[in-house]
């Protein structure tokens, strides 16, 4: 199992967290959650049970990590996630909107 990425994150005045990790081989996948104030507000989950015999395992799996926590990063900024937070957070999350 692998080290985890965490990442605070203000986005459009608010502060919000992202954190992924690894499950481990007996659980082959990859969570990456988006929390506001420690409540999960979004998820990704990926497996590699496909990859699990590669010699490169490791590094496989780091760069799996890297590119879905970047992805939720990226989700956010873009604005993908703004109508599921406002659904989850209030149609005020965002000062001054």
Do not use: C, W
Request: glycine content about 8%; hydrophobic content about 35%; aromatic content about 8%.
């Amino acid at each position: 199992m692998l080290t985890g990425y965490n990442t605070n994150f203000a986005y459009r005045g608010v502060k919000f967290h992202v954190q992924t990790e690894d499950s481990g081989r007996s659980k082959p996948h990859i969570k990456t959650h988006l929390f506001h104030g420690g409540t999960i507000l979004a998820s990704e989950k990926a497996s590699y049970a496909e990859r699990l015999d590669s010699a490169s395992l490791d590094e496989e799996i780091k760069s799996l990590m890297e590119a879905q926590h970047k992805e939720m990063l990226r989700r956010l900024t873009r604005g993908e996630l703004d109508s599921l937070l406002s659904e989850r957070l209030g149609d005020d999350v965002f000062p001054g909107a």
